[in-house]
């Protein structure tokens, strides 16, 4: 095992606690609320935990809510001789909005790996491509929906009808949607949550062979760690949408802004793993609350062994 593979169950847990937190939330219209909640539970257990962390990949400037921000140290063990080393990509709360009106998706969720290793991605855009072990080395974001669609019919050995593509409801998708619709493949519209999209469009049993499209590139970093895990496809390109925020993301990545990164790109170490834990019904079941238990369903997904463990874990309430 490597230095964040043994600190694995302490990452499963800081997702629990922020699953917890922010489920009471659910359906109460408030989403700032909720991620508040998630942040802060997510922050106390991280204080208990024998690293030296740091936040690689934080909320960013979307969300109006205290943030895990970039920069930010966590652990029992910052600055300690010989402490391990592990930078955190992290979304305490995904689909604040799907949280605040009780919708399917929204999870806690993050990656860790060894110091330098997560790609400190900008708070802007990427365009994103995720497919199954079967479509690597078939798809790229280089070749276009159309092309990609025809790929997955020849290796999947089906028609169009049958290729299976997920998206994110956007206006600005018009286009992708137009292309993906001319070639007969079906089309599921997601209203947030591109991580749980990315990786049911990885795993072989997934309800999806692909997903398209432009969301966050923080989630991408994130979605990328847990496809190394799975042995996907995941590809990315930055978009921006000031020339701010290109100089930005220049400070943060360099000057090839165009690059197209690919999973190995945006997570360099196979000692990495990706740990989320339901809090709406979903990719993952949501936290259930009773009058003596809580309980919650969480996902484990280690890189360097290429495993995907799913548990259900019962507390006292």
Same mark, same amino acid.
């Given at each position: 095992?490597?230095?964040?593979?043994?600190?694995a169950?302490?990452?499963?847990e800081? @997702?629990?606690?922020?699953a917890?937190?922010?489920?009471?939330?659910?359906?109460?219209?408030?989403k700032?609320?909720?991620d508040d909640?998630?942040?802060?539970?997510?922050r106390?257990?991280?204080?208990?935990v024998?690293f030296d962390?740091?936040?690689?990949?934080?909320?960013?400037?979307?969300?109006?809510?205290p943030?895990?921000?970039i920069? !930010?140290?966590l652990?029992?063990? +910052?600055?300690?001789?010989g402490?391990?080393?592990?930078d955190?990509?992290?979304d305490?709360? !995904?689909?604040?909005?799907n949280c605040?009106?009780?919708?399917?998706?929204?999870?806690?969720?993050?990656?860790?790996?060894?110091r330098?290793t997560?790609?400190?991605?900008?708070?802007c855009?990427?365009?994103?491509?995720?497919?199954?072990?079967?479509?690597a080395?078939?798809?790229?974001?280089?070749?276009?929906? @159309?092309y990609?669609?025809?790929?997955a019919?020849? @290796?999947?050995?089906?028609?169009?009808?049958?290729?299976?593509?997920?998206?994110?409801?956007?206006?600005?998708?018009h286009q992708l949607?137009?292309?993906?619709?001319?070639t007969?493949?079906q089309l599921e519209?997601?209203?947030?949550?591109d991580?749980?999209?990315a990786?049911?469009?990885?795993?072989?049993?997934g309800?999806?062979d692909?997903?398209?499209g432009?969301?966050?590139?923080? !989630?991408g +970093?994130?979605?990328a760690?847990?496809?190394r895990?799975?042995?996907?496809?995941?590809?990315?390109?930055?978009?921006?949408?000031?020339a701010? !925020?290109?100089?930005?993301?220049?400070?943060? +990545?360099?000057?090839?802004?165009?690059?197209?990164?690919?999973?190995?790109?945006l997570?360099?170490?196979?000692?990495?793993?990706?740990a989320?834990?339901g809090?709406?019904?979903?990719?993952?079941?949501? +936290?259930?609350?009773?009058?003596?238990?809580?309980?919650?369903?969480?996902?484990?997904?280690d890189?360097?062994?290429?495993?995907?463990?799913?548990n259900?874990?019962?507390?006292?309430?």
């Amino acid at each position: 095992m490597g230095i964040t593979t043994d600190l694995a169950h302490h990452f499963v847990e800081a @997702v629990d606690q922020a699953a917890i937190a922010s489920a009471a939330w659910r359906g109460k219209g408030d989403k700032n609320a909720a991620d508040d909640a998630a942040v802060e539970a997510m922050r106390r257990t991280f204080d208990h935990v024998p690293f030296d962390g740091r936040v690689a990949i934080g909320e960013g400037e979307r969300d109006d809510a205290p943030m895990l921000y970039i920069g !930010e140290e966590l652990g029992s063990m +910052v600055g300690a001789e010989g402490a391990p080393k592990i930078d955190i990509a992290v979304d305490p709360l !995904e689909c604040t909005n799907n949280c605040a009106d009780d919708q399917p998706n929204s999870i806690a969720v993050l990656a860790a790996a060894p110091r330098g290793t997560l790609l400190h991605a900008p708070d802007c855009y990427m365009n994103k491509l995720a497919a199954g072990p079967a479509l690597a080395g078939h798809v790229s974001l280089e070749g276009g929906a @159309v092309y990609n669609i025809e790929q997955a019919m020849h @290796v999947l050995d089906c028609e169009a009808k049958d290729v299976r593509i997920v998206a994110l409801d956007r206006e600005r998708h018009h286009q992708l949607f137009k292309e993906i619709s001319e070639t007969g493949a079906q089309l599921e519209l997601l209203g947030d949550g591109d991580v749980a999209g990315a990786i049911w469009a990885a795993k072989d049993d997934g309800p999806f062979d692909m997903l398209m499209g432009v969301g966050a590139a923080p !989630e991408g +970093v994130i979605s990328a760690t847990a496809i190394r895990g799975i042995g996907g496809v995941f590809e990315g390109r930055l978009v921006f949408r000031s020339a701010q !925020e290109e100089a930005r993301a220049e400070t943060m +990545v360099g000057d090839d802004l165009g690059r197209l990164w690919q999973a190995t790109d945006l997570c360099q170490s196979e000692d990495a793993v990706f740990a989320a834990s339901g809090v709406c019904d979903g990719y993952l079941p949501g +936290v259930k609350i009773g009058a003596d238990h809580t309980t919650t369903f969480n996902e484990l997904i280690d890189v360097s062994a290429k495993t995907v463990a799913r548990n259900e874990r019962r507390r006292p309430a």
